[in-house]
């Protein structure tokens, strides 16, 4: 996917304003939430697309989004991977743009586009000069209700895909593992299923999955348009009204999301992929956990400020302990996902260093888990966690591409533009006690899945990763 340009302030000025808005994390008044709240607006229009503007006129340039509610897990089963196979071919033709002319149509007026898609959302995007917005905009409309789709190109696009796969994972031995791990971690969820899909049902997806997944999903009431940039709420929505405001609702369609949800948890799950191509070995693990949407109040922020002190960085213990004293790991981290429409998931890993077996490493860093459970975090760990992510918030605020993406992934997973712009003091209020207790309910072994990628002649130094049942890390 390619990447969209973003005009940064100067360093000065950054930095400036970062440093202001961290000394407002460590006072009373004014708090980071009424230095950066307000900042969106939002309206719905009369066929229920939901309409988000960020405003930001350092630059006439406007980075406009359409969101979809709609990703990988909301797939048919056993259709896996048509969310990601309509996205490609929403670059196709409408009656009003040949085939494949969309993008070089943005390209001509100046501008960038692309499109992603996950397990929870589908967003197509295009970065571009103000007064370019209004043909994106009707552009982006036309094909939200006239894509056309001829068999050849179908299966043409198709074949694109699964070289895809092949390319990214099936020669990745790092992603054949992570895929394995998530179908493990997942009993029941479709988040188990990899957003590309699986190779054998890519293969038999056909003219008539996509344009019935199209049907049924791609609707401006299944919709949300976010706009960032150079322009007013004024403006945004005269546009709005002219081009998807003429698109009829799908009153057909459900909105509610009924996807199958998790039972209880309740043995650990381990594996180990040898493969030649993987270099050093090295260990991963995951845990299931809520997300932003699904915790309870506090949770998630607890979970974000517990990563970034337990995994995440130079600075954090597991950084210090396995790769600075111990020598033991020659990388080592983690990190926090909250951001599902259903749960969250918290991955760790370390990379062995020479000599060194994967077991010991594990043993190190379920230590390092336990010694939070039981002695909980420190104050200046604490401290440093909330001005990291204070720091990577306010740097978020100086891409417009970011904003963009930040309201509206929030928006597409149920989330308000006050749940963003709520969030440094939410982090700001996380107790350490919080922290620790979080550790100790959602680092339950019982909740994840372990797994060892060894290069092949290595696989005897983890021969116990073959063996172990859950008693061995109960």
């Avoid at 003219?207 to 019935?212: F, K, L, R, V």
């Avoid at 992929?273 to 693990?285: E, F, I, M, Q, T």
């Avoid at 001005?387 to 306010?394: K, P, R, W």
């Amino acid at each position: 996917m390619r990447s969209i340009g973003s005009r940064r302030i100067s360093h000065v000025a950054s930095t400036f304003l970062l440093s202001l808005m961290i000394t407002a994390l460590q006072s009373s008044t004014p708090t980071v939430a009424e230095e950066t709240k307000a900042i969106a607006s939002s309206f719905t229009l009369d066929n229920g697309m939901e309409v988000i503007v960020i405003p930001d006129t350092r630059a006439p340039v406007v980075t406009h989004m359409v969101w979809y509610r709609v990703g990988a897990s909301d797939e048919p089963k056993g259709s896996s991977g048509v969310a990601h196979f309509l996205e490609h071919l929403m670059f196709k033709s409408t009656e009003k743009i040949a085939v494949g002319e969309f993008s070089k149509i943005v390209a001509k007026m100046g501008g960038q586009d692309n499109a992603f898609t996950s397990h929870d959302a589908t967003a197509y995007f295009q970065r571009i000069a103000k007064d370019r917005l209004a043909d994106v905009m009707a552009m982006e409309a036309d094909r939200m209700v006239n894509l056309r789709l001829t068999e050849k190109e179908v299966l043409t696009e198709r074949d694109v895909i699964l070289e895809e796969r092949r390319s990214r994972t099936d020669n990745n031995p790092g992603a054949i593992l992570s895929e394995q791990m998530d179908a493990a971690l997942y009993y029941s969820h479709p988040y188990g299923t990899p957003v590309i899909g699986w190779m054998h049902e890519i293969a038999a997806l056909d003219q008539d999955d996509a344009i019935g997944f199209y049907k049924l999903f791609y609707a401006p009431n299944n919709a949300i348009l976010v706009v960032a940039g150079d322009v007013t709420v004024e403006e945004v929505k005269r546009l709005a009204q002219d081009t998807y405001g003429t698109i009829p609702a799908n009153n057909g369609m459900k909105l509610k999301r009924e996807r199958p949800q998790e039972p209880p948890h309740l043995v650990a799950r381990r594996m180990q992929l040898n493969d030649p191509r993987a270099g050093k070995a090295s260990v991963h693990r995951s845990y299931l956990t809520p997300s932003y949407v699904t915790a309870a109040k506090g949770e998630a922020e607890a979970l974000d400020v517990l990563i970034k002190i337990l995994s995440s960085g130079s600075t954090s213990r597991f950084y210090k302990k396995l790769v600075v004293e111990k020598q033991l790991a020659s990388s080592a981290g983690g990190w926090f996902y909250g951001d599902g429409y259903d749960s969250g998931k918290i991955g760790f890993y370390a990379v062995s260093a020479d000599g060194v077996k994967l077991e010991t490493i594990e043993a190190e860093m379920d230590a390092l888990i336990a010694g939070i459970i039981s002695d909980g975090v420190t104050e200046a760990e604490l401290k440093r966690a909330k001005n990291s992510l204070a720091a990577e918030y306010i740097y978020g605020m100086d891409s417009q591409q970011t904003l963009a993406r930040r309201y509206g992934w929030a928006a597409v997973v149920g989330q308000s533009a006050a749940d963003v712009e709520s969030w440094p003091d939410d982090i700001n209020a996380v107790t350490a006690e919080q922290v620790r207790a979080a550790a100790e309910k959602h680092l339950r072994i019982t909740q994840s899945v372990t797994g060892y990628l060894v290069p092949e002649s290595a696989a005897p130094t983890a021969q116990r990763a073959h063996d172990a049942t859950p008693a061995d890390k109960g």
